[in-house]
């Protein structure tokens, strides 16, 4: 684990951070702001495994910032999905036109008031100042001992596979909306990781991440659903008069959130079982990779 490769991970991070955040905090860039908020949550996976431990007091301050960071862009990123899912479905039932043109509207008010937030918060972050903190953590010097590095890897391992798989087994088999979100968080967290494992240690995780991906993804789409639905009934509460179109629209979304459960039901053990490899094959690839 050379430590070229662990510096080039952070470096990465911290510039695809720098180049898509000034965008993000501009009107109208939906991508710029998700690209920031996945570099963010990257960096505060990778910043405790990297530093030396000299560098402790500097990334917990680091970290801290950029974990402020992530919850400013998720409350934006959140509605730019919803208002993306709106169009989606309305090219799928354009005689719900009318009542999803009132729930944009909804969405719409939501979107600006976060996203006036979210510039407020990043301007009280002071950027710049976070990226030379970040860049410089990302010297040579500041660097843990390979060795240490890759046994700080296999620890973090086990407790992010411990959380897939507490947070799937709470879910259980029945729709939840909150047990079921748990579960894509701690499926990102461990995903993360295993990014991080392929960069620095040179152990190959490629397959295991892309299942990881593919149920975060089909998770992410079951959320993604909940909170148009909150719109919606947030939308019929404030105009009665059209109950009948709007809830036509919410048919549509449980309908599709019911699929989507089921094909989540059937990609769980497939999951288990990137867990239970992550436990063994890949634990022991990182204890004996030199």
């Known amino acids: 684990m050379a430590p070229r490769a662990s510096r080039d ?20 860039d939906v991508e710029a702001v998700h690209r920031s908020r996945v570099a963010s949550r990257r960096l505060r996976e990778a910043l405790p495994v990297m530093h030396a431990e000299t560098e402790a007091r500097l990334v917990r301050k680091s970290r801290k910032a950029v974990r402020g960071l992530t919850r400013l862009l998720g409350g934006v990123r959140e509605l730019d999905v919803t208002l993306c899912l709106l169009d989606e479905l309305k090219g799928r039932h354009e005689e719900l036109a009318g009542a999803m043109a009132m729930v944009r509207a909804f969405a719409d008010q939501e979107r600006l008031r976060r996203r006036n937030q979210m510039v407020q918060g990043v301007e009280a972050l002071d950027p710049e100042k976070l990226k030379r903190k970040l860049t410089a953590l990302a010297e040579t010097e500041r660097l843990a001992p390979v060795a240490e590095r890759r046994e700080r890897l296999r620890t973090r391992l086990a407790p992010r596979v411990m959380g897939v798989a507490t947070a799937m087994d709470a879910a259980g088999s029945l729709y939840s909306f909150d047990r079921l979100h748990r579960v894509r968080v701690a499926i990102k967290k461990l995903r993360y990781l295993l990014e991080l494992v392929h960069e620095v240690a040179r152990v190959g995780t490629i397959r295991l991440v892309r299942r990881l991906k593919e149920a975060q993804e089909l998770l992410g789409r079951l959320h993604d659903l909940e909170i148009l639905a909150g719109f919606t009934r947030t ?26 459960h089921a094909e989540y039901l059937c990609l769980a053990p497939r999951l288990r079982a990137v867990l239970e490899a992550c436990r063994t094959d890949l634990d022991q690839r990182l204890a004996h990779h030199g």
């Open 235 to 260: 939308t019929l509460g404030s105009h009665p008069s059209h109950a009948v179109e709007l809830r036509a629209l919410l048919d549509v979304i449980e309908r599709e959130t019911r699929e989507r």
């Open 9 to 28: 991970a952070l470096s990465r991070r911290v510039q695809v951070l720098d180049r898509n955040l000034p965008a993000a905090v501009q009107p109208g």
